[in-house]
Every structure is written in C-alpha cells, then in structure tokens.
C-alpha cells in the first residue's frame, strides 16, 4: 500500500506570503493525487485533483505540482481564510485504493 | 446546490450494529459513485468505502472489509453504511463523499462532502 508522508506537520506563514506544502509517496504514484483542506468543524474540501486540476471555485492562488513520488501545494499571497489544515491524497482506480496524508497545520506566523 | 446530509450517528456498545445514511439532492445521484470516508477524533481521514454508480462494485479498507457493507437506493437518492460488529477503533465522524468522476464512471477523489455524522463505540 502506497503511504502518503506530508511535510511539514505544521507551517506557520505571515498573510500575503506565499505557502509550500510537501507530500512524498513511498512509491510512484503517476498523477492521481488530490489536496483537501479542511477547517476546524468542516467537512473537507476538494482544491486539487489530477495534481493539478483546481476544483470548481477553488481561487487560483492555489496551485498543485508533481509527480512520481513528490507533490506540492503552493498557496500564493495568504488569506485569512487560506489557514487551515490540507491534506493530499493517492487515489487509484484499481487496484481500488484510496491513502491520505497525515495533514499540514498551515497556521497564522 | 449539492447536498449531502449524513445521519444515523449513535452511541453503540462495541460489538453492536448501526446504519449510517446519507440523503443527497442537487445533481444526479444515479450518475455518481460515492464514498464513505471517517476520521476519528483529533486524527485524519480514512477512506472507508466506494459503491459504483448502479451498486455493481464495492470495495472496502481492509480495517472494515467483512464487517462494513455499503449500499445505495437510486430510487431514493440515498447511500447507506451498515456497521456491523464495531469496535472502538471505529469511533469516528462518518462522511458520505461523492466521487469525482461524473457520467456514470469512478475515479476514486471526492468532490463534495458532507458535514458528517458521529458514531462512538463504547461500553
């Protein structure tokens, strides 16, 4: 089973900054990754498929990147409402299988 | 608007059963797959289990397969989860997830969640 290892665990960024959030496969995973973010007392929402589709309504200051085993989300100048926690996930058609990072706290510097 | 709303969430005694649904309304139900996905308190997400868009597929995580069975009733535009022989480590907020993939395919993201339901198990 592929095992999704995100980085850092927390990252602590100042409004307007720029943000990298990390997330390494422990083995190829082409393109199939997707990012999520969810704040506190809300369901998770999709920003990122394909590496690098944006969702419907997903702001472009969101942007994925990758492939093989390293993925990134790169969030351009920060937004109150940008601090949350992401997570990335593998998906995989078949065999049918789903693995989702630990999550990155992207917390107010 | 696409809504997805979870219930069914109870106290139950490890052992116990439960059966989770999730009424949907705002697209096309029959023409999506969906998901059950958890997370415990304070932990991530744990994807649980997919149902293609005619109920044809299943599949399950390991840590549920034999106990969990999902089902869907296109009729009702609903998905449902029954949990059987649950155990602690199943305490978790259930999502009802549907899958990204439109027009009666799977692709196993998920594009629209909703808000969840708890179930606890204990004595």
């Known amino acids: 089973e592929t095992v999704m290892t995100q980085s850092p665990a927390t990252l602590s960024v100042s409004p307007g900054e720029r943000a990298t959030l990390s997330c390494r496969a422990s083995?190829?995973?082409?393109?199939?990754v997707a990012w999520y973010q969810q704040k506190p007392g809300q369901a998770p929402r999709l920003l990122i498929y394909?590496?690098?589709a944006r969702a419907t309504g997903v702001p472009a200051r969101f942007s994925g990147s990758g492939s093989g085993t390293e993925f990134t989300l790169a969030i351009s100048s920060l937004q109150s409402e940008d601090f949350a926690l992401y997570y990335c996930?593998?998906?995989?058609?078949?065999?049918?299988?789903?693995?989702f990072g630990q999550g990155t706290r992207l917390e107010i510097k | 608007d696409v809504v997805l709303v979870e219930s069914g969430g109870v106290v139950v005694q490890p052992g116990g059963s439960l059966r989770l649904s999730c009424a949907t309304s705002?697209?096309?139900?029959?023409?999506?797959?969906m998901h059950w996905v958890r997370q415990a308190p304070g932990k991530g997400l744990e994807w649980v289990s997919f149902?293609?868009?005619?109920?044809?597929?299943?599949y399950y995580a390991d840590s549920v397969k034999g106990r969990f069975t999902i089902s869907r009733d296109n009729s009702k535009n609903s998905l449902y989860l029954q949990m059987n022989s649950l155990r602690d480590e199943d305490t978790a907020l259930y999502y009802c997830?549907?899958?990204?993939?439109?027009?009666?395919?799977?692709?196993?993201?998920?594009?629209?969640w909703g808000k969840g339901t708890t179930v606890t198990v204990s004595s």
């Open positions: 149902i293609s868009w005619d109920g044809g597929r299943t």
């Open positions: 083995q190829s995973v082409s393109t199939n």
């Open positions: 996930q593998h998906y995989n058609i078949w065999p049918p299988r789903n693995t």
């Open positions: 997830a549907r899958d990204g993939c439109s027009s009666r395919c799977n692709l196993f993201y998920m594009d629209v």
């Open positions: 705002g697209f096309s139900f029959d023409d999506y797959a």
């Open positions: 394909a590496t690098s």
